[in-house]
């Protein structure tokens, strides 16, 4: 069995690549060294219209065809949102398992505003969620953020209407403003002149500041425990704290 994740972002010569591998695979009967035969499966998934790609020609029909045999639509989380509450439960199991703590509780409150956000990233957005609230046990801070986000949806969603003024990029603040200790230059605007590297570069470093900030609260400021938590090693971590300026007088 053979599965391709969101197989419209392969290009068309990637595609033709595919195809033949599949005229291939079949034309052997998937034979394998042993002589037996077994049927060869291929599954993808995409995110947009493979029908309407093959209009516009961006995605080659035969392929389409050779695919289009078995199609199980699954709509988006906002328009199948009974499935909130199991979809959190596994992921609750499934990372309180992986981190081997207690599976948390989750209010009623936070339940609502789960079933008013649009998610619009997705079974993935909500997974990404609850692996937080797992982590960082904050389940206040979560509910503050979906809060903030559904009250920014109609704005963003004005502004996307709007063409955005050439001579400004501004990047979105991630909450910083309250974090103890110093944070260097989390406040930041891009001019049209700098190129693309450069921006996505402090982006990283804010979701970078975000996360190390997030982990040490947790921790209460428990470096090697923060590290461990992190991924990464108790130097790693202790030269990240001195590169953005989160603490002072930090011991070797």
């Known amino acids: 069995t053979l599965f391709i994740d969101r197989i419209q972002?392969?290009?068309?010569?990637?595609?033709?690549?595919?195809?033949r591998f599949f005229r291939s695979v079949e034309g052997t009967g998937g034979a394998g060294n042993n002589g037996s035969k077994k049927a060869p499966r291929f599954l993808a998934s995409s995110t947009r219209d493979l029908a309407g790609l093959t209009q516009e020609g961006i995605f080659r029909a035969d392929l389409f065809h050779r695919l289009n045999e078995i199609t199980i639509y699954i709509p988006p989380l906002r328009n199948r949102k009974e499935d909130i509450m199991p979809l959190s439960d596994h992921f609750l199991r499934f990372y309180a398992r992986i981190y081997r703590k207690k599976i948390p509780?989750?209010?009623?409150?936070?339940?609502?505003?789960?079933?008013?956000?649009?998610?619009?990233?997705?079974?993935?957005?909500?997974?990404?969620?609850?692996?937080?609230?797992?982590?960082?046990?904050n389940e206040e801070q979560v509910r503050e953020e979906l809060k903030q986000s559904i009250e920014k949806a109609p704005e963003e969603e004005a502004w996307q209407r709007e063409s955005m003024p050439e001579n400004e990029i501004r990047s979105p603040e991630v909450g910083l403003e309250n974090r103890p200790g110093k944070v260097k230059g989390h406040q930041w605007e891009a001019t049209a002149s700098e190129g693309l590297?450069?921006?996505?570069?402090?982006?990283?470093?804010k979701v970078e500041i975000e996360a190390i900030m997030r982990v040490l609260e947790y921790t209460r400021w428990h470096r090697k425990k923060a590290a461990r938590l992190l991924g990464v090693n108790y130097?790693?971590?202790l030269n990240k704290i001195r590169k953005y300026g989160l603490g002072e007088n930090l011991e070797t």
């Open 9 to 19: 972002e392969v290009p068309i010569k990637g595609q033709v690549t595919l195809l």
């Open 105 to 137: 509780s989750v209010c009623s409150q936070t339940f609502e505003l789960f079933h008013q956000y649009e998610w619009p990233g997705n079974v993935r957005e909500l997974s990404n969620i609850i692996h937080r609230l797992v982590v960082l046990g």
């Open 197 to 205: 590297k450069d921006i996505s570069q402090r982006v990283v470093e």
């Open 235 to 237: 130097r790693t971590l």
